[in-house]
């Protein structure tokens, strides 16, 4: 009688054992219940055991022993350990195997964020203040202050970062954006340095970056981009003011839209009608093309050009070329 009951009980043992491996195996070769993509966030120093529970609690698994299944399953295949903190996105209806393999990976959901062309650092700040997936810790700092923070003290901010389309994860913080950008620059910036042409006037990779600057406020047409650095180059080895718009309407605080006769006469370390040769900084964030064109300036004769009104320009040898250009297309004589 006593066998027999031994018997049973190893027999539901068994049982019990081969429903559990089957339970197991479906599991683990059937798609999760999310019917869609989902969002999932691994906290630092999370435990799988509270991973598991998160994704319960997301519905990306439906079952209490699917929780476990994972757990244990992770710890048997030595990766519980392994898992990369961040956002993911869990693709619909993958397979557990998949989704470890993901999290794993440390492939986390990645955000977008564009620094413009011709943007100021001004602007810049103010589109990261407003971006909710990056951790601000530089609210409130002086732009001094911010450069601080990157490693690069004493520096004015402006021109310094490259325009450009960044992916980044969740908590990035500003800190380490702007480093990435500043570094991206000044890589780009050393690499042209070293190709310059020999009849670029500029002295150091810095005048370039503020030459670069104006010609990127002064068009945005790229066909032009060489002419203007050229007429630019003439001007400043033969002595001559660039007389620039953009650098005047950087130096007035309280512009409002209209450059005025007043504006031009006005003297700041930006008028360029008031100054001869570069502004002490740049004016903007220069493209990759702008600065190419400041270092590789094309050769010509034109030393003055002036806009047509719809972003391309009429470009003269002399004065009085330039003038009657102006009536035609400024003054509309």
């Known amino acids: 009688m006593i066998k027999r009951v031994v018997w049973v009980v190893i027999g539901l ?113 103010k589109l990261m203040a407003e971006n909710d997936a990056i951790d601000h810790q530089l609210t409130g700092k002086s732009d001094a202050e911010v450069m601080a923070a990157i490693g690069h003290p004493d520096e004015n901010p402006e021109g310094r970062f490259m325009p450009d389309t960044y992916l980044f994860p969740r908590g990035m913080t500003d800190i380490a954006f702007l480093k990435r950008a500043y570094q991206a620059m000044q890589r780009y910036l050393d690499t042209q340095w070293e190709q310059r042409s ?24 790229p066909a032009e981009r060489g002419r203007i650095a050229g007429v630019f180059a003439r001007r400043l080895e033969k002595g001559m003011r660039l007389q620039t718009d953009p650098t005047v309407i950087y130096g007035i605080e309280d512009y409002d839209g209209n450059i005025r006769r007043s504006d031009l006469r006005r003297d700041t370390p930006y008028n360029t009608y008031t100054r001869a040769g570069l502004p002490p900084t740049p004016i903007a964030m220069p493209s990759r093309a702008a600065i190419k064109a400041a270092l590789n300036p094309e050769p010509g004769t034109a030393l003055y050009f002036v806009s047509r009104g719809d972003g391309s320009h009429v470009f003269s040898d002399t004065l009085a070329e330039h003038n009657r250009a102006v009536d035609e297309y400024q003054r509309g004589s």
């Open 13 to 125: 043992g068994v049982l019990a054992c081969a429903a559990l491996a089957i339970d197991t195996t479906r599991f683990f070769n059937s798609p999760l219940n999310n019917g869609e993509g989902k969002l999932l966030t691994v906290d630092s120093g999370m435990s799988f055991t509270a991973i598991a529970q998160r994704l319960l609690a997301e519905d990306i698994i439906t079952r209490p022993r699917d929780a476990k299944y994972l757990s244990l399953y992770a710890r048997f295949q030595g990766v519980a350990g392994n898992i990369k903190a961040g956002e993911y996105v869990v693709p619909a209806r993958q397979t557990p195997a998949h989704l470890l393999e993901l999290l794993v990976s440390g492939k986390t959901r990645q955000y977008r964020l564009t620094l413009v062309e011709g943007w100021r650092f001004s602007e810049f700040r």
């Open 198 to 221: 020999e009849n670029t006037p500029v002295e150091t990779p810095y005048e370039a970056l503020i030459l670069a600057s104006i010609i990127e406020k002064e068009t945005a047409v």
